[in-house]
């Protein structure tokens, strides 16, 4: 799942980045509301976690131009952070489009869980656990297991089944891989993509050979329902 | 409520009563002076007029009628007794029928009273959009509600001006806050961090401290401003623009800027000395910060007229005509994340204004941008040989 952090507080926007990374999502941070939009211009992110109160673009203009994006199928979701707390602020905020809103300062893994539950509705899930055929990914504590058994995996692999999750029996190309598993700073013409995702099925493989992601030739990759 | 009310109407009554009782009782007494004054009693002589024999005429007494002054007066005092009694009558129902009008008279006087009353019973503190309104003719009751309403606006102005600044600060407040909650959260969770990623939250976790420490101290000294009255001594603005432009020099010089001090002597002014200095100080702060190595600051002061100016000049990178305004306004700055990392509040200016204002004074901006800036504080002059001439500062503003 890729993520975009803005504030205009580099301090606070690199901790979040920071943060979210750890937990398995690829962020890329923008100090601006005008850089942002030229990011959002562009990647069709997931999720954006964007500050209401900014000196060049604010929040609420970020969040309406954002509907405007030709190039996205669907615009991203949007969790507006803000230290403004009056119910005015908040419906402002909401009626801009924003999904969710989270009041500065808060404890961070409040913040994670609302990433969590706002990034669940588009798998159709309800709990914090996705279930596709054997496998479970628990999203919160970032645990995944086969068959009942626990499967070690990197943050970066988590990420990558964390998305074919979202996106059971379809086919999804290398270059969707690369725009929400990876963050700016993956280079698009080495094969990380399909060496990450060869170690992942690697490990996702059950003893009797048998693979969950299969490789469609030529389209990219899809993991079996079930 | 009540007793006003009640008193009015005995007042009423008593006055009503007393003038009516004067009315009757002179009349009573007129009637029976006069009364006593005339008497009519006449003696009638009854008698007969016969003709002698030799032809005279004869007046024969032949009874004397009695005086009828008793009969009169008995009379008289008859009347007199059947005025006073009705008169009496006639003045107890007066009584009671004014204390009754006069109870009605006073309740409908009283009753624009009565709507002041609970119109500022039911506004409270937090809620100060009532106003009372008071129809009717234009008469001092009508002036007592419309006075009533004008300071109203005037609290109302004030509460919501204080109201948006606890706004403001809390929100000012709030971000180092999230800052250093978020990192140190962020940290924590992380059970690879090593010692300079620790290093580093620390690092970022004391700057945002730092950013709270100044702008708590920057609010202390802008509420107490607003609340507590300036001195209004005698001051000599040269003397004190030339003290703090001294200060200035040795930090100014460390990055290579050269402050210039063009001062006029005798430059008095009713006001506080230390606000007017940390007005001026503030303007030389920003200057210092905007200015590159090489250039020069010019604080100059002299007069013009009834008015006393001091002037800051930088060579700095000067102010977009779009931002002039918005640098008086609180919590403004330029470049955030600039102005972060020098940890400002955003209050300087605002301070700046505050105090010029309150010594009946303005500060203007003349700037362009890449051509440097000038500040200017204007506030009135009082002649060098009558610098006791007191002034009533008006903090209001």
């Keep these: ?226 | 409520m009540g007793s006003i009310r009640v008193r009015l109407t005995v007042l009423y009554s008593t006055v009503l009563f007393g003038l009516a009782s004067a009315v009757v009782g002179g009349i009573y007494l007129g009637l029976s002076r006069s009364l006593e004054d005339q008497p009519v009693t006449q003696t009638w002589t009854l008698g007969q007029l016969s003709r002698t024999a030799t032809g005279q005429i004869q007046f024969t007494r032949t009874e004397m009628l009695a005086t009828l002054s008793d009969f009169e007066l008995a009379v008289n005092q008859r009347a007199l007794d059947q005025l006073e009694r009705y008169s009496l009558f006639a003045l107890l129902t007066l009584f009671v029928v004014s204390l009754i009008v006069g109870w009605f008279v006073a309740g409908r006087v009283l009753r624009p009273i009565d709507r002041i009353t609970n119109v500022a019973r039911e506004i409270q503190a937090t809620d100060l959009s009532r106003r009372i309104r008071l129809q009717g003719p234009d008469d001092e009751l009508r002036d007592l509600a419309d006075t009533f309403d004008d300071m109203l606006d005037r609290l109302d102005v004030a509460f919501e001006s204080q109201r948006r600044f606890i706004h403001e600060a809390s929100h000012e407040l709030r971000n180092p806050l999230a800052i250093m909650r978020a990192n140190l959260d962020v940290a924590l969770a992380d059970d690879q961090a090593d010692v300079t990623d620790l290093r580093e939250t620390a690092e970022i976790v004391n700057r945002s401290a730092l950013r709270m420490t100044r702008l708590v101290d920057d609010l202390l000294t802008w509420a107490r401003q607003e609340n507590l009255s300036l001195r209004t001594d005698p001051v000599n603005v040269g003397v004190a623009v030339r003290g703090v432009a001294r200060e200035f020099e040795t930090p100014a010089a460390a990055q290579g800027v050269t402050v210039r001090c063009g001062v006029e002597n005798d430059l008095w002014a009713i006001g506080d000395g230390p606000a007017l200095g940390r007005a001026v100080a503030n303007l030389l702060a920003n200057a210092l910060r905007v200015s590159i190595a090489g250039t020069v600051i010019h604080v100059r002061a002299g007069r013009q007229g009834n008015l006393i100016f001091i002037e800051v000049e930088d060579q700095g990178p000067g102010i977009a005509l779009e931002h002039q305004e918005k640098i008086f306004q609180r919590f403004w700055r330029g470049n955030k994340s600039q102005s972060r990392e020098e940890s400002r509040s955003g209050l300087g200016l605002t301070i700046v204004r505050q105090i010029a204002e309150a010594h009946g004074g303005t500060v203007v901006l003349d700037s362009k941008l890449n051509h440097g800036a000038t500040f200017r504080i204007r506030i009135p002059a009082v002649a060098a040989d009558a610098p006791t001439v007191p002034l009533v500062l008006d903090l209001e503003k």
């Design chain 1, 1 to 226: 799942m890729r993520v975009l952090v803005v504030d205009d507080e580099i301090d606070l926007a690199d901790a979040v980045a920071r943060g979210l990374r750890n937990g398995g999502y690829a962020v890329d941070v923008s100090y601006g509301g005008e850089d942002a939009l030229e990011k959002a211009w562009i990647v069709p992110y997931d999720l954006i976690v964007l500050d209401l109160t900014m000196p060049d673009v604010d929040g609420l203009e970020v969040c309406a131009r954002l509907r405007e994006n030709p190039n996205v199928e669907e615009p991203p979701r949007v969790l507006m952070l803000t230290a403004r707390d009056s119910l005015d602020d908040r419906v402002a905020g909401l009626d801009a489009g924003a999904d969710d809103y989270l009041v500065k300062p808060f404890a961070f893994v409040e913040l994670e869980a609302r990433v969590r539950s706002l990034l669940r509705r588009d798998a159709g899930s309800t709990g914090a656990t996705l279930t596709v055929g054997d496998i479970d990914l628990d999203t919160s504590r970032l645990v995944v297991k086969r068959a009942g058994a626990t499967v070690e995996l990197t943050t970066k692999e988590l990420n990558l089944l964390r998305y074919f999750m979202t996106k059971p029996g379809v086919v999804v190309s290398q270059e969707e891989l690369l725009d929400h598993v990876w963050d700016e700073n993956a280079d698009p013409f080495t094969n990380t993509v399909r060496v990450t995702v060869g170690t992942l099925r690697r490990k996702l493989t059950s003893e009797d050979g048998h693979s969950p992601i299969e490789t469609v030739i030529g389209s990219g990759y899809r993991l079996i329902e079930s």
